[in-house]
Every structure is written in structure tokens, then in C-alpha cells.
T-cell receptor
Framework: GQNIDQPTEMTATEGAIVQINCTYQ??????LFWYQQHAGEAPTFLSYNVLDGLEEKGRFSSFLSRSKGYSYLLLKELQMKDSASYLCAVIDSNYQLIWGAGTKLIIKP | DAEITQSPRHKITETGRQVTLACHQTWNHNNMFWYRQDLGHGLRLIHYSYGVQDTNKGEVSDGYSVSRSNTEDLPLTLESAASSQTSVYFC??????????????FGEGSRLTVL
């Protein structure tokens, strides 16, 4: 079966750095998304990786290793507004999106 | 600005009733999707459409139906609501032609409670 694993919950301190991991076992791979979802709100797009390596976008970076079936989202200089759930999603060989259950990130002052 | 809107945002209904959740987008996207989101699960695809008159079943389509008569709207109908369909429903759209690979733009969600 197809599976995407993310930690259920993580806690970090304001101003610090946090890495949210995502491992996947899917039938093929055609790209990986990260979305942010604040409580009670819709998911919003953060990043898309299809090639190995690091993509940097301001305080957020996303890394992909296709050979290891692994990605991470790196958040720097954490702010209280970064408290949210972070969703990992993989496009499989049939071009269907497979979603992880999400990681709830709690930021403490 | 272009947007995607859902209505109603909150709905309480009884088992066995028919319910329709509306989704309207002004992005002029061909692709539209309906997901449900439940605690402990990732977003699960219910139905999707790649254009007018096109509809496809997702992984959890039983008990749901959609129709696509124009580009802007993809209403989701629960023919006979069941308690297992209590959930938060998200509509989304994307511009990538005939594919799930594009960035998704989500509506604000519709919280449905079936008593």
C-alpha cells in the first residue's frame, strides 16, 4: 500500500529552527508538496519538490531525497504565527496526490 | 481577486437527509476536487473533475456524487447522509491540465455534522 509518515506533533521555541520530516512509500513518484494549515482554516501551498536537493523560500526550505523516499521542511527564525499543521503530499505514478496526516507544530515563547 | 468559496460553512443535518455542499471558483481552473479531512487522517479525495461534464471517483466516493455543468462550480451531494460522513469538507482547484500535479487552491471548508 501507499504510505506517508510524518510525526504527529512537534514543539519548538520562538526564534529557533525546526525540521519536520516526511517519509513516503508510494507506487512511483512525480513530486512532493508541503502545505501549511492553521487551525480551522484551509491548507495553503508552501513548496513543491520534484528533483533532489534543497529549495529555499525565505524562512522556509524544503529538501527532497528520492532515493531515500524522504523529505523535510525546515523552518527558521520561528514565529508564533508558524504554529500550524504541516501537510506532506506525494504525487504517485498515476498522478494522484497521496496525503500524510500532517504534523502539528506548537511554538512556545 | 480570484477565489474559491464554499457554502454553507457549517451544517447540521439528520441521518438519511440529502445534503449539498456548494463550491464556486473564479480562478477559471479546469480542475476541481472535493476532499474530506478527519482527525488522524490525511486529506482524502472524494471526487474530482478535470473539466465541464467530466467527473471521477476518488478513494472515498461511496455515498457522494458530484456534477460539473460549468467551469466555476462543483457541488458535492450526499444522497443519504450518514454519521460516518461527519467531517470537514474542502473544495480545491488547480490549473494543471488533466493532472493532480499543480498547486491546489483550497476553499475555507464546510463543517458537516450528521446526527
Amino acid at each position: 500500500g501507499q504510505n506517508i509518515d510524518q510525526p504527529t506533533e512537534m514543539t519548538a521555541t520562538e526564534g529557533a529552527i525546526v525540521q519536520i520530516n516526511c517519509t513516503y512509500q508510494t507506487s512511483g513518484f512525480n513530486g512532493l508538496f508541503w502545505y501549511q494549515q492553521h487551525a480551522g482554516e484551509a491548507p495553503t501551498f508552501l513548496s513543491y519538490n520534484v528533483l533532489d536537493g534543497l529549495e529555499e523560500k525565505g524562512r522556509f526550505s524544503s529538501f527532497l531525497s528520492r532515493s531515500k523516499g524522504y523529505s523535510y521542511l525546515l523552518l527558521k527564525e520561528l514565529q508564533m504565527k508558524d504554529s500550524a499543521s504541516y501537510l506532506c503530499a506525494v504525487i504517485d505514478s498515476n498522478y494522484q496526490l497521496i496525503w500524510g496526516a500532517g504534523t502539528k507544530l506548537i511554538i512556545k515563547p | 481577486d480570484a477565489e474559491i468559496t464554499q457554502s454553507p460553512r457549517h451544517k447540521i443535518t439528520e441521518t438519511g437527509r440529502q445534503v449539498t455542499l456548494a463550491c464556486h471558483q473564479t480562478w477559471n481552473h479546469n480542475n476541481m476536487f472535493w476532499y474530506r479531512q478527519d482527525l488522524g487522517h490525511g486529506l482524502r479525495l472524494i471526487h474530482y473533475s478535470y473539466g465541464v461534464q467530466d467527473t471521477n471517483k476518488g478513494e472515498v466516493s461511496d455515498g457522494y456524487s458530484v456534477s460539473r455543468s460549468n467551469t466555476e462550480d462543483l457541488p458535492l451531494t450526499l444522497e443519504s447522509a450518514a454519521s460516518s460522513q461527519t467531517s470537514v469538507y474542502f473544495c480545491a482547484s488547480s490549473e494543471m491540465q488533466d493532472s493532480n500535479t499543480g498547486e491546489l487552491f483550497f476553499g475555507e471548508g464546510s463543517r458537516l455534522t450528521v446526527l
